[in-house]
């Protein structure tokens, strides 16, 4: 599934989710890094 993540105050990251830890943060890969971060909302058109 791919989601974005915010990495820092002004860096958005988007990738493969791989793993999600308790504290609320998922990790996703992109190529062959991986990176940690705080999940963006889904927005939804009404």
Known sequence: MLRT???GSCV???G?????FSD???M????DKTFVGIP???VRAS
């Open 5 to 7: 993540i915010c990495v």
């Open 12 to 14: 958005s990251v988007q």
């Open 16 to 20: 493969v989710m791989v793993g999600q």
């Open 24 to 26: 609320g943060k998922i």
């Open 28 to 31: 996703v890969q992109v190529d």
């Open 40 to 42: 963006v909302p889904a």
